[in-house]
């Protein structure tokens, strides 16, 4: 690899806070035109990464390298939020250096076109840099293409004076995004861009990023995200805490990972049968020189006996010897014990729910910010009703989940809901819990039992380990945060579950098997989301929503319209 195709390089990369390692002697090399996914669990060190290689975090020890002339593009997982600052603002701050480099080439044709210029040569020489440079960040279509992103991420009706403040996450989010995508950095590093977007601006990034000719370095959670826009996956080792890379796309990684675990586990189940062997045929020929003498011996006996003993315990020496040393050279260099892995390995456990009507909606509507989010809706739930609610973003979909499980009233219409269901509701974001509380103290909040039972539980999900106890709240990320809530999720033992976005935040270690939990629920499922593998797996008929009125179709079927863009028409 060539330094001139190396966008971005880091050697070494340590990073703790207090005793606890993050990243271990992490060495990474990005090319420009490469797109790389990275994917680890909740905790790994996936952000930290990326702000050490954005320059926002120090590493402890190691070095960033960005490519000759290279510009690094950062999103952050949770952008912040920058008082008094407008969408506008945010846009034009992105696009300033172009309209910068746009405002010096103005100036430099006015000088060139002076007579008697002595510093003309120098003068077009940096001219020439300025328009390759500004052709290359698509600065001469740069209204084009605020139009066409802001419209892609669903926010071309969003008014741009509207501060920043007054935006809702999801819309926050998606404004970083695309003033990121419109800046065209030389690297683009991406922690979860995908949390807010809804159907159509999920298939435009990933046109986009297909098309993308800088480098890309993108964690995600969304695994057709990861199989449609990227060549190669790095996987932050949680327990090693180093990197490995993976060729090819996330099935390919997934495939090749599962592999190389049946691989480990049989050569070290083959070393562990090969060291038992050896120790018994050391003991069996230990044995063997001590032999019982003859009681009564002719001269000529004893001068056979002694002659075949010294041979055979010549024999067996030899053979303790290389038992020995075969056993010595395996000892000293084992093939080691595969970790047990953490999984996520629960269902949810419910009791039966023993009424035929769980819930009954009549007549819903919902007005809010001058838009009908839900009209006259009339739905009812079952035991045996499962749908996943679908929409654009802004639809009201989480305003309808909230209106069904009387979160929030309904300006006209009536929601009755059996008194014996118990629902177990996961919101889309992380809930706010206390930081200084640990995370055995959030976990049994309003739980009654001792602490031992508690911890327990919390270990036995798969989503926790023991050191991870005693952790404080503010210390876990929004990965750990949601692992937290399902584990409080799974202790409600609830009849009804109410998900918004449940895969959200949940890293891919422990998703495959959460999801079949939630495929497995005995009861009801009320689902909002927008992950495609999710809406496949789960298989329920899809609600879509769309001017307040709800589209049943199955899963299958919406997909497809979704793929083939057909998506909003009855």
Do not use: C
Request: no cysteine; charged share 25%.
């Amino acid at each position: 690899m060539s330094l001139t195709s190396v966008a971005l390089m880091a050697r070494n990369i340590s990073k703790s806070y207090g005793r606890h390692m993050v990243l271990r002697e992490v060495t990474l090399s990005l090319s420009r035109g490469e797109r790389v996914g990275m994917v680890g669990a909740n905790g790994a060190g996936k952000s930290t990464l990326l702000r050490i290689l954005a320059g926002v975090e120090a590493a402890d020890a190691g070095e960033v390298m960005p490519g000759p002339s290279v510009e690094i593009g950062y999103l952050a997982q949770t952008p912040p939020i920058i008082a008094g600052q407008s969408v506008d603002d945010a846009l034009y701050q992105s696009v300033g250096q172009l309209r910068a480099m746009e405002a010096r080439m103005r100036a430099l044709e006015a000088a060139m076109a002076q007579p008697e210029n002595p510093a003309l040569d120098a003068q077009l020489e940096e001219y020439g840099q300025l328009v390759t440079r500004f052709q290359e960040r698509g600065g001469y279509d740069l209204d084009h293409r605020i139009a066409a992103t802001l419209a892609g991420l669903g926010l071309a009706t969003l008014p741009r004076e509207r501060l920043m403040v007054r935006l809702s996450s999801g819309e926050r989010a998606r404004v970083g995004l695309a003033a990121l995508l419109l800046r065209q950095p030389d690297a683009l590093l991406l922690d979860e861009p995908t949390s807010h977007l809804d159907s159509a601006a999920l298939a435009w990034l990933e046109g986009y990023l297909s098309a993308y000719t800088g480098a890309a370095l993108i964690v995600s959670h969304d695994r057709q995200l990861l199989n449609s826009a990227v060549t190669r996956i790095l996987e932050v080792d949680e327990r090693e805490r180093t990197l490995t890379s993976y060729p090819g796309a996330y099935d390919a990684y997934i495939q090749t990972k599962a592999a190389a675990r049946l691989r480990w586990e049989e050569e070290y189940a083959r070393q562990q049968e090969e060291i038992a062997a050896l120790r018994v045929r050391v003991r069996e020929a230990a044995q063997s020189t001590t032999h019982p003498k003859p009681v009564t011996q002719t001269r000529y006996a004893k001068m056979a006996y002694d002659a075949h003993g010294a041979a055979a315990q010549r024999g067996a020496s030899r053979n303790i010897r290389n038992a020995e040393e075969r056993l010595r050279r395996i000892e000293d260099d084992p093939i080691a014990k595969p970790p047990r892995l953490l999984r996520f390995h629960q269902r949810f456990r419910s009791e039966e729910i023993r009424t035929e009507l769980i819930l009954r909606a009549e007549g819903v509507s919902k007005r809010l910010g001058g838009r009908d989010l839900a009209r006259e809706i009339d739905l009812i739930v079952t035991p045996a009703t499962r749908f996943t609610l679908v929409g654009p973003n802004g639809a009201g979909k989480t305003t309808l989940l909230r209106l069904l499980l009387g979160l929030i009233p309904p300006d006209s219409g009536i929601v009755r809901v059996a008194p014996s269901a118990r629902i177990g509701y996961l919101a889309q974001e992380p809930v706010a819990l206390d930081p200084t509380r640990t995370v055995l103290e959030a976990y049994r909040e309003g739980f009654e039992g001792p602490d031992a039972g508690f911890i327990a539980g919390l270990i036995g999900y798969g989503l926790f380990q023991l050191d991870d106890a005693e952790k404080l709240v503010g210390a876990l990320s929004p990965g750990q945060r949601r692992k937290l809530e399902i584990a409080r999720l799974l202790a409600e033992r609830p009849t009804v579950l109410a998900l918004d976005e449940p895969t959200n935040y949940v890293s891919l270690d422990i998703l495959d098997a959460f999801e079949a939990a939630v495929t497995d629920f005995p009861g009801p499922v009320l689902a909002v989301s927008h992950d495609r593998y999710f809406i496949r797996r789960f298989g329920a008929d899809t609600l879509e929503l769309r001017d307040g009125r709800l589209i049943r179709r199955p899963a299958e079927q919406y997909l497809a319209l979704e793929a083939g863009g057909a998506i909003g028409q009855p």
